[in-house]
């Protein structure tokens, strides 16, 4: 069925994600990459939903830098129209804001902030490493096992908030020529 199908394409977009992995926060040069292990985390992180929205799989990497973070998470949209998330609030951290990885010239990459995110009718978009995903900026100290208040806001119709978890991270390697922060 259509949500296996979502589900199992998720699974496979985390673990190819995983291994190319850039960084736990969008940090810059000598940050760490996480192996495979991270699609494990996302599997069994935070889960709600309402209405027509569900989210899941939502997750922090314990933070490499204490400058910035990131959140990860799948967005399912079961409606008939289309689902425009707005935002994102928490006390966890001074900003946070839908950014993306973008490849710049000379192969390397950067972080470019993104307008709000629109879950297609019967979509599921998905915030990963290595693509679009949530960044939390001067984040306060976070801890593995640390739960994070989260709520995401969602044009037209009630905000979701969730309880996101702290994972650890893995696999840790600290080349990372070529990573910038965008404007």
């Known amino acids: 069925d259509r949500y296996l199908a979502g589900e199992i394409d998720q699974a496979l977009a985390m673990i ?21 292990g991270m699609a494990t985390n996302q599997m069994v992180g935070a889960a709600a939903t309402a209405g027509p929205l569900s989210i899941s799989g939502a997750y922090i990497p ?6 910035v973070a990131a959140m990860y998470f799948a967005a399912h949209n079961a409606g008939a129209t289309p689902l425009v ?6 006390a966890a951290a001074e900003n ?18 993104l307008p709000p995110v629109t879950v297609p009718p019967g979509a599921t978009v998905t915030l990963r490493p290595g693509a679009m995903h949530v960044m939390l900026e001067q984040p306060k100290p976070l801890a593995v096992g640390q739960t994070v208040a989260v709520t995401i806001d969602v044009a037209g119709r009630p905000a979701i908030t969730l309880d996101v978890p702290v994972v650890p991270m893995t696999g840790l390697q600290t080349n990372m020529p070529g990573m910038t922060m965008g404007s």
């Not at 190819?16 to 495979?36: K, Q, R």
């Not at 314990?62 to 400058?67: L, Q, T, V, W």
């Not at 998330?85 to 928490?90: A, E, K, P, V």
């Open 16 to 36: 190819d994600a995983a291994s190319a992995y850039m960084l736990a926060g969008c940090a810059g040069h000598g940050m760490p990459v996480m192996d495979d």
């Open 62 to 67: 314990k933070p490499a830098s204490a400058d």
């Open 85 to 90: 998330l707005t935002g994102i609030d928490t």
């Open 96 to 113: 946070a804001s839908f950014h993306h990885d973008v490849t710049v010239a000379g192969g390397g990459q950067e972080m470019q902030p």
